[in-house]
């Protein structure tokens, strides 16, 4: 039934169902999954393989189920249509962000944002990966992270509290405190918090 509506043949779109049974998706998502795949592989300009396999390990990384991984493909989707970057871009970035907490919305809009002006996705994806990990250090900050902490009116602990449950505002926060610096000051606070690898993206 479902080939008579999706441009795909029903052999490649059993073919999906049996890779998504293997990968341990439920039964009862397994018709969603399957359609979802098969819907992706045409929107994001791939195969539905591929659109498959990412689903796979964002339900995995990101503790998804099939209707939150749905939406993260319809956000990226959405990001690809209005923006300088391809779906394929962003989802590789998601991927490779891989399980931070909750993060794979932010990941997507980060990643699209950072390739969109010109920046590697394998760079866009450690400085995703770095920007995470550094704002839920806490109390394991080094000093050098306090110290530009301190210095936008911030505090190590709140903000790795503040990243577990609003991780976009958490952010938000911190990057509009660094908005606020004198522009000689924006890139050594940055570079003094993430690193010098992380400055780029």
């Known amino acids: ?45 791939t195969t539905a393989d591929q659109a498959g ?20 493909a319809d956000q990226i989707n959405y990001l690809s249509n209005n923006s300088a ?8 970035i998601v991927t490779a962000v891989g ?11 980060l990643g699209s944002t950072m390739v969109g002006v010109g ?4 760079v866009a994806a450690t400085g995703i990966r770095k920007l995470a990990t550094t704002m839920v250090a806490g109390s394991s900050a080094t000093k050098a992270q306090a110290t530009v902490l301190q210095q936008l009116g911030l505090d190590a602990t709140e903000m ?15 990057l509009e405190a660094v908005s606020k610096l004198p522009e000689a000051e924006q890139a050594a606070a940055l570079k003094n918090y993430f690193g ?5 993206a």
């Open 1 to 45: 039934q479902m080939s008579k509506d999706i441009p795909m043949a029903a052999e490649d779109l059993a073919a999906i169902t049996a890779a998504a049974g293997t990968a341990g998706i439920a039964a009862d998502e397994l018709t969603t999954f399957t359609e979802t795949a098969a819907k992706m592989g045409v929107a994001f300009d």
């Open 53 to 72: 396999d990412w689903m796979a390990k964002w339900r995995t990384s990101f503790s998804m189920g099939q209707e939150e991984v749905t939406a993260l």
């Open 85 to 92: 970057s391809t779906a394929s871009e962003i989802s590789t």
């Open 99 to 109: 399980p931070l907490g909750d993060v794979a919305g932010i990941s997507a809009a």
């Open 119 to 122: 920046v590697q996705q394998d």
């Open 160 to 174: 790795a509290e503040r990243m577990q449950t609003d991780a976009e505002g958490a952010i938000l926060t911190f």
């Open 196 to 200: 010098q690898e992380s400055v780029g």
